[in-house]
């Protein structure tokens, strides 16, 4: 129904920055509460950031004022900006495409993308 992919990480050194890409297929990406999720080797995924249809946003106090979380209605693309990167940002980067429709609600994730911040 919809397709999520990320892409934009990589190796980066702490203090850098790196820009990530979520592109969602489908026609009513508009409409989507989107997410950025991660997780670190023996961790538990969790939520660090999120924008709804109508452009609110929310963050991880662990992230909040380092990274921001934007999206592109027309190219279908939410985007997530890391500033000033810890070493503790490690961690696999999923999205995740959320449909608030009551006869729907769905939940739809990207592959991932690594993102390594060490020097």
């Known amino acids: 129904q919809v397709q999520v992919v990320e892409s934009g990480g990589g190796l980066v050194q702490p203090g850098g920055s790196l820009r990530l890409s979520c592109a969602a297929s489908g026609s009513i990406f508009s409409i989507l509460g989107m997410g950025w999720y991660r997780q670190a080797p023996g961790k538990p995924r969790e939520l660090v950031a999120a924008?709804?249809?109508?452009?609110?946003?929310h963050y991880s106090d662990s992230v909040k004022g380092r990274f921001t979380i934007s999206r592109d209605n027309a190219k279908n693309t939410v985007y997530l900006q890391m500033n000033s990167l810890k070493p503790e940002d490690t961690a696999v980067y999923y999205c995740?495409?959320?449909?608030?429709?009551?006869?729907?609600?769905?939940?739809?994730w990207g592959q991932g993308t690594q993102v390594t911040v060490s020097s």
């Open positions: 995740n495409a959320h449909d608030p429709r009551p006869l729907f609600t769905d939940n739809y």
């Open positions: 924008i709804t249809s109508g452009g609110d946003t």
